[in-house]
């Protein structure tokens, strides 16, 4: 048997890091005061994670830079939590103002349910943190090997449940939240707790999780949260009333992987059991301290929630959750998803409130010159709203709890500043990760080439009278998965520049992966290989058919049953006329 320093020297080196870092402290209080740089140190690079941000530069500049010998362009991403990306026309207006005042003039609502700013310096990170925290908000754990920012349900029309689906998600966050009061001493110049480094984590321990860990709550019938696509998830059954009976809890969904490395893989996540409101965060903390227990913390890229169980099966990590929790649970009980959109335009809620989904294009809010004006718009929206703004997890923005009588004010501004602009269905069901040129690991373009590719595959559709068919396109600018694209109808993944892996057959509903259909395609290719498809879709289907049922039905392109067999089978399976 190993003996604990041969255990020690197995680990990877992000574990000796968080290890020696008196619980995420390094040495950024330090690092960050240094002038003569806009970077931090690498060890503190991976710190920074835990604390809602990451070092990134501009990559646009990179080659120009380094052609006059000057350091690369450094800034920093924050990312906010905001569990179940709920926040009052108050914070709206001060979360408008950093970024026009610390960052690039935008706000990005991302897939995780939350906005987060790009471009912020290095000399104004404490600035920046302060302003988040006159929010009453903050970014702790919004990255890192932590719980990280938690997603429910947003659907309007069920305003009991929803409310139960965000009680939850504010709950979970709250008690998986790292305990450490490092964010709070560097960033707000907070007084050290006595004892320091050594005040523990009860939950985490000193080296936290193996890797990032995902939780997520979802309504049926919507599934716009893409729960199977998490670590961990609670999936609400509802008595005929709408009211929450429980949750069924599904572990084990996650979609990253690396080009060129078969053993790693997207996996829709088990359904697991089925346990009662007053135990579901209990249950939360089970799973999650099995995945700090069992978790390989040798290998990052085996570390995820969805390969514990992959290795240990599902029922083996069953028992060791209702072990810890001290009870036996049920089975899952039934239920049905139609969908992972969102609903757009004005819906009414079951107690009256109106509620307001605006389109926006892969998450990004500023004023497009010519277009429509949302960080303007917004603004001015969140100056008369009385109610509340949802994010959802499609990087849309919902206006929610309007007084009947403040409708008529909303749909004003709303004409104004033209946020209703028409898109088409495609382009409504669309969603793409930053990429370049701030992501350190995008090796092409997402959410600067997605909408002109959209515009292209909008006109093939017209050619076959599909405009107006709902079918999901998501594309990433690297294969570790940010806007999900393993779950769309359509996914592109960035395989160098210009150039993406084009995956078909996944379920409408997100409950099915997709498969290679063509590999390293450019432009030119995806439009070739599209569009002879889309020609058989629409002569071909059944009535109510989806594109992603369409082309593994249809034959052509083989139906991926499980994670493990996602790399099997791969490429056109039938000749496309």
């Given at each position: ?10 680990l990877?080196r ?108 290095k000399s ?98 919507s ?12 999936i ?106 969102d ?39 969140a ?58 690991l ?42 999900r694209p ?92």
């Amino acid at each position: 048997m190993p003996d604990e320093t041969e255990i020690k020297n197995q680990l990877s080196r992000n574990e000796h890091i968080k290890e020696a870092s008196g619980y995420l402290r390094g040495t950024l209080a330090e690092g960050i005061l240094k002038d003569v740089t806009g970077a931090i140190s690498d060890d503190d690079g991976q710190l920074v994670k835990f604390h809602g941000m990451y070092l990134q530069d501009d990559r646009d500049l990179r080659a120009e830079r380094t052609k006059k010998k000057l350091e690369k362009a450094y800034s920093f991403m924050i990312r906010l939590r905001i569990p179940g990306g709920v926040v009052t026309p108050k914070q709206w207006l001060i979360l408008d103002d950093i970024a026009t005042t610390y960052a690039n003039g935008s706000l990005r609502a991302t897939t995780r349910q939350t906005f987060q700013y790009h471009g912020v310096i290095k000399s104004n990170l404490k600035r920046t943190m302060r302003a988040i925290d006159s929010a009453l908000l903050d970014t702790i754990a919004a990255c890192g090997d932590v719980n990280r920012n938690v997603l429910a349900a947003t659907n309007p029309h069920q305003s009991g449940a929803h409310e139960a689906a965000h009680d939850l998600a504010r709950r979970l966050s709250d008690e998986l939240l790292p305990k450490t009061a490092a964010w709070r001493e560097i960033w707000l110049d907070g007084e050290r707790v006595v004892g320091g480094e050594d005040e523990g984590e009860p939950i985490y321990g000193r080296t936290y999780l193996p890797r990032k860990f995902k939780t997520v709550v979802a309504v049926p019938p919507s599934n716009e949260v893409d729960i199977l696509a998490h670590d961990l998830g609670f999936i609400a059954i509802l008595d005929e009333a709408g009211q929450v009976l429980g949750w069924n809890v599904t572990v084990g969904g996650g979609m990253g992987m690396t080009h060129g490395e078969p053993e790693t893989f997207p996996r829709l996540a088990d359904v697991m059991l089925f346990c009662e409101p007053e135990y579901a965060v209990k249950v939360a903390e089970a799973v999650m301290t099995v995945q700090r227990d069992w978790g390989d913390r040798s290998n990052r890229k085996a570390a995820r929630l969805k390969y514990t169980i992959e290795k240990h099966g599902l029922a083996a990590f069953r028992a060791e959750v209702e072990k810890r929790v001290g009870r036996t649970f049920e089975d899952p009980r039934p239920f049905r998803f139609d969908s992972n959109g969102d609903r757009y335009g004005w819906t009414e809620g079951e107690d009256g409130r109106r509620h307001l989904t605006l389109f926006i294009e892969n998450g990004r809010i500023r004023d497009i010159p010519g277009g429509p004006q949302l960080l303007s718009g917004l603004r001015r929206i969140a100056e008369l709203h009385e109610g509340e703004f949802r994010l959802t997890a499609n990087q849309n923005v919902i206006v929610a709890n309007v007084a009947p009588e403040k409708r008529a004010e909303i749909d004003a501004l709303v004409a104004e500043f033209g946020l209703t602009s028409h898109t088409g269905a495609l382009r409504r069901n669309a969603m793409a990760c930053v990429a370049l040129p701030t992501c350190g690991l995008a090796l092409a373009e997402s959410e600067r080439y997605l909408p002109s590719l959209v515009t292209i595959l909008e006109e093939r559709l017209a050619a076959h009278g599909l405009v107006e068919d709902e079918i999901t396109i998501r594309m990433t600018g690297c294969p570790n998965g940010c806007a999900r694209p393993y779950i769309a109808e359509i996914g592109l993944v960035g395989k160098g520049p210009g150039r993406y892996n084009l995956y078909l057959g996944a379920a409408f509903d997100g409950s099915r992966l997709s498969k290679l259909y063509l590999d390293d395609a450019d432009e030119a290719a995806i439009t070739a290989a599209l569009d002879p498809l889309f020609a058989a879709y629409a002569k071909e289907r059944t009535d109510g058919e989806r594109f992603g049922d369409f082309v593994t039905r249809a034959g052509f392109v083989a139906r991926t049953e499980a994670g493990r067999s996602f790399h099997d089978d791969l490429g056109p399976q039938r000749a496309a006329a």
